[in-house]
């Protein structure tokens, strides 16, 4: 089995669509971020936060999601509020994250790599809730059971080839614990 680290991330993802997609997978210093190409960088670029493997298989989730015009926009123009969210502005972060976390609970496990749901509000008290944990495993059955969109899948099969993990089954996610 190989190692798990943002190296090993950086190189199957870069591996997989820095020349079919134009993009690239960036260790970065700071908080994450996802750029467009522009005239100081011919490549899009996924920047995740502080070199941590979590942070790659998060934001590349984010770009999973993203269509061909999202993905012309700094971070796919989505609305983003740090943290100190009000419980009505958690709620809308948890809406808009469901189908990215549910991606990333799949990439994580291809990796063999725990998952742990994100509220991203680390400012107050408010967690993740209940019913946003349940939306995430209803989407991750979702995909599991119709099927998973063509980046994630070819991620997924190249985690689980280069990491040497399990086919993923239904079966194999619970609620339990997480």
């Known amino acids: 089995m190989n190692e798990r680290t943002p190296e090993s991330l950086i190189s199957l993802f870069n591996g997989l669509f820095s020349e079919t997609l134009n993009t ?11 750029l467009p190409a522009d005239d100081e960088y011919p490549q899009h670029r996924i920047i995740f936060a502080h070199g941590f493997f979590a942070s790659a298989l998060h934001e590349i989730s984010h770009w999973c999601v993203a269509g061909e015009g999202r993905r012309q926009l700094v971070d796919f123009g989505y609305w983003y509020k740090p943290d100190g969210r009000t419980a009505e502005e958690q709620a809308e972060f948890e809406q808009v994250e469901v189908k990215p976390q549910a991606l990333e609970w799949l990439l994580s496990e291809a990796a063999g790599h725990k998952f742990h749901f994100s509220a991203d509000n680390l400012g107050s008290d408010i ?39 399990d086919v993923l089954r239904p079966e194999s996610f619970s609620l339990q614990g997480k």
């Open 24 to 34: 690239v997978l960036v260790r970065g210093d700071d908080e994450p971020i996802y």
């Open 127 to 165: 967690g993740a809730s209940e019913e946003f944990k349940i939306n995430v495993y209803k989407q991750l059955k979702r995909y599991l059971a119709e099927g998973i969109p063509e980046r994630p899948a070819a991620l997924i099969c190249a985690f689980q080839n280069y990491y040497a993990t």
